[in-house]
């Protein structure tokens, strides 16, 4: 592999393994834990190799009792070296064949292997440059706990694995479901070796070869290579020696060992999202469903209510400013609706402010959380099942926090209650002179009736078109109060109308902000989050 090519391997490598780390944190709190902590290893353990020799490729025989896996070991290794350790117990500790022991001891104390034996060179297969480490690991099947655990921790850690089976047991079912088929993804790294073929009728090779790799092919391991061989006569031990050497030579098992193990664990996390690498994606808020929340959340918090007593008490105060002032005053032993609401106290500070709005109910409760329901429904459609819970609960935490929130909007809320309308202070003058021109009326006709009574001379009274002018000026006076006064009720309702229209799109306004805050962009972020994951585990899977 050229120089460049190892590079650009190298750089998919980081931002594959950056990915996938991203998609784990990403992931936290929505996707198991266990799941979480698996990626977690495998990115601890990639980060660890890498640290490691690169010019060493580690190679690991794994086999079942009886499948000759040592004596193929020993054969590949051109000397019996299984053998020179004899003295180990031979089933509890790998043992490690060596080409180029320089720079290999930091890499044997990672993977835990003590047992180390510098091999001679073989001519054609491997040398002190070749960087070539053999490991012969314990039986899988083994009775002891402490074997089987030393082969899935080497099963996890290894650059190329060599599964050596038997024509007796190749079909066995604890190779295939416990080891081959979990590992599907790293064909590229795998090499199985039918040994003890010279127990086999020359005329059953093939067809066991065959029924081998159909196997196999279930298994997800279709490209994998199948090599027969023969460590007591030596049949094939040449080709499993040049399929080794290919990997060694060509630097590139550790690179692909890594992105197996990525694409594995992204393939766990997928299955874990219920989505296929890349896939699955949530609709989000829209302009039409954060309109309907905030709609449900506006009548369930009594906005239309507020929007009426601004109404009313727009009319009440038009009434006790512009009405006629003999009867005025009666409005004043009316309650302020707005007042009752606690919405009208000048000089309070808004942030500490409360209404005295009736507590919600179970019909407002059952509004919200019906409404809070549907905007979480409609966000999510179309994310796979963790994440579609993920955003659901993120807004039910903002809806346990509405009620108080949406209060403090309302109470916050410039309702213009204490603002005048310029015409109120024309009606008023006008109303006032109308009733003094009345009482100067009824004044001048007292007089002139005093006057009678007491006998003295009482002048003549000016007349307008016959008509007494003090008359004139009651009948005038008392008229245009009337009329002023029911010119300013019409005059108020349409005003109380736009002043009530106007407070209450402020209203909404308010409510809108605090679903925003507490549903909304929550929602919106869970879903970012997710986009966000599919994203990272679409690269992370290459």
């Known amino acids: 592999m050229s120089r460049h090519g190892a590079l650009r391997e190298t750089s998919r490598l980081d931002r594959r393994l950056e990915a996938l780390n991203d998609a784990r944190e990403l992931a936290a709190g929505v996707l198991p834990e266990e799941a979480l902590a698996e990626v977690l290893q495998v990115l601890d353990r990639a980060s660890s190799r890498r640290s490691l020799s690169a010019e060493h490729t580690v190679v690991g025989f794994f086999g079942a009792t009886g499948s000759g896996k040592s004596s193929l070991f020993n054969a590949v290794s051109g000397a019996e070296i299984a053998t020179a350790a004899v003295r180990r117990p031979t089933t509890t500790e790998p043992l490690a064949g060596i080409w180029g022991v320089e720079g290999s001891a930091a890499l044997l104390d990672w993977l835990g292997v003590r047992q180390r034996h510098t091999a001679a060179p073989v001519s054609g297969f491997a040398d002190d ?102 460590a007591l006569l030596g049949t094939g031990v040449d080709k499993v020696r040049a399929a080794i050497r290919q990997a060694a030579m060509q630097r590139r098992a550790i690179s692909q060992r890594l992105a197996a193990d990525v694409t594995r664990a992204a393939a766990r996390l997928a299955d874990e999202s219920g989505a296929a690498p890349g896939g699955g994606t949530a609709a989000g808020p829209t302009a039409a469903s954060k309109a309907r929340l905030a709609g449900e959340l506006a009548v369930a918090a009594n906005v239309p209510l507020v929007a009426d007593a601004v109404v009313r008490s727009y009319k009440l105060e038009a009434t006790r400013r512009t009405g006629w002032p003999v009867t005025r005053w009666l409005a004043r032993f009316r309650p302020d609706p707005l007042r009752r609401l606690n919405l009208r106290r000048e000089g309070a500070k808004p942030e500490v402010n409360r209404t005295s709005l009736p507590p919600a109910g179970a019909p407002e409760r059952a509004r919200t959380d019906a409404a809070v329901r549907e905007f979480a429904d409609a966000a999510s459609d179309g994310a796979p099942g963790p994440w579609r819970a993920a955003i659901r609960s993120a807004a039910r935490e903002g809806r346990d926090n509405m009620p108080d929130a949406v209060d403090r909007a309302i109470a916050s809320t410039d309702l213009a209650a204490g603002r005048k309308s310029w015409w109120w202070g024309v009606f008023n003058a006008i109303q006032w002179l109308a009733l003094v021109a009345a009482l100067a009326g009824f004044g001048w006709l007292g007089l002139m009736a005093a006057l009678g009574y007491l006998q003295l001379p009482v002048p003549e009274v000016p007349r307008v078109e016959g008509w007494p002018v003090p008359t004139l000026l009651i009948a005038a006076g008392v008229l245009l109060g009337v009329v002023l006064a029911l010119a300013a009720k019409f005059i108020a309702g349409a005003a109380a109308a736009a002043r009530g229209a106007a407070a209450r799109k402020r209203l909404e306004a308010a409510v809108s902000a605090v679903a925003e805050d507490l549903v909304v962009e929550p929602v919106a972020l869970e879903v970012s989050r997710l986009a966000s994951f599919t994203a990272a585990l679409k690269v992370a899977a290459g």
Do not use: C
């Open 129 to 230: 440059g070749t960087g070539l480490i053999l490991l012969d690991l314990p039986d899988f099947d083994s009775t002891r706990a402490a074997n089987r655990e030393v082969v899935q921790r080497m099963v996890g850690l290894v650059d190329v694995l060599v599964w050596v089976l038997d024509p007796q047991k190749y079909a066995d079912a604890a190779v295939h479901h416990d080891f081959l088929a979990p590992l599907s993804s790293h064909g590229a790294v795998t090499l199985v070796v039918l040994n003890q073929v010279d127990r086999l009728p020359e005329h059953e090779v093939r067809p066991v070869l065959e029924s081998l790799r159909g196997i196999l092919a279930r298994d997800g391991l279709a490209q994998v290579q199948v090599l027969a061989a023969s």
